[in-house]
């Protein structure tokens, strides 16, 4: 009798293992999906900023002062729906600018962060 119950433990140990040895690689499989959309989000959102700032340039022949000038400027053309957050800091994107102090592209500064993850 004392056994049976024995087994019945020892079978009981080794499901509950098998089980969180599952469940951790279910998770980390997950995570990695998570990662692999924010990167594909932030990819095509520096690209929406790029191409605005091109087509910007390309209209007014110089380059924005404010990535608020590709949402909202003096003639109402809209260059980018809205200004995005950057999906991994959720914080605006940082701005490189020229020595005239206009906008010459976008980037991100947890991108260092995130490329070492990889």
């Known amino acids: 009798m ?7 433990l020892l079978l009981a140990i080794i499901a509950a293992g098998v089980i969180s040895i ?8 997950i995570e990695k999906e998570a990662r692999a ?13 790029r191409t605005a700032i091109s087509h ?17 400027n003096e003639k109402g053309v809209l260059f980018i729906r809205r200004l995005y957050l950057d999906p991994f800091s959720k914080s605006p994107f940082a701005t490189q600018r ?20 990889f």
């Open 98 to 117: 020229n020595m005239a102090g206009e906008i010459t592209d976008v980037y991100s500064e947890a991108a260092a962060r995130v490329s070492q993850e």
């Open 37 to 49: 959309e924010r990167i594909r989000e932030f990819n095509f959102i520096l690209e929406g900023y």
């Open 56 to 72: 910007f340039q390309k209209k007014y022949n110089r380059l924005p002062g404010k990535l608020q000038e590709l949402v909202n």
């Open 22 to 29: 599952g469940a951790s690689v279910v998770l980390l499989k």
């Open 2 to 8: 004392v056994r049976k119950k024995g087994v019945a």
